[in-house]
């Protein structure tokens, strides 16, 4: 994958565009903060963040890639607050690279399929070619 940047530039942690080389996605759909055993991890944005990112990870690992290959990221935040927002900014930037960034949407909501969970983030990954 390659990352597309043109001017004007400012955010160190998303992609504006990536090219990907190899012709194969693994798409994710939408991960929640539950843990393996289908309970809700807690009520705060980090710890929610931190089992989503868990989860994403199991999914790639699953398919034997890593968050080094995600070349888009869709995030659903309710409620949209600046806590809510720099919590999980806070949390991401550990799990992605920011040397090279995925591609970045970040949408507010006014709920998601359960009123506890704070985040819910999709994803799609480049497959390495074999």
């Known amino acids: 994958m390659r990352p597309i940047n043109p001017p004007p530039s400012s955010n160190k942690s998303m992609s504006k565009a990536m090219i990907v080389e190899t012709g194969k996605l693994l798409i994710l759909s939408g991960h929640v903060p539950m843990t393996p055993d289908g309970e809700l991890v807690g009520m705060g944005i980090k710890e929610q963040t931190e089992q989503v990112f868990e989860n994403i990870g199991a999914a790639l690992d699953e398919a034997r890639v890593g968050f080094k290959d995600l070349v888009k990221i869709t995030i659903f935040l309710c409620p949209m607050t600046p ?31 359960n009123p506890d969970f704070l985040v819910e983030i999709e994803a799609i990954a480049e497959m390495p070619a074999k």
Do not use: Q
């Open 83 to 113: 806590e809510t927002l720099n919590g999980f900014r806070e949390v991401r930037d550990r799990y992605i690279n920011l040397d090279c960034p995925p591609t970045s949407s970040l949408v507010g909501v006014s709920a998601l399929v």
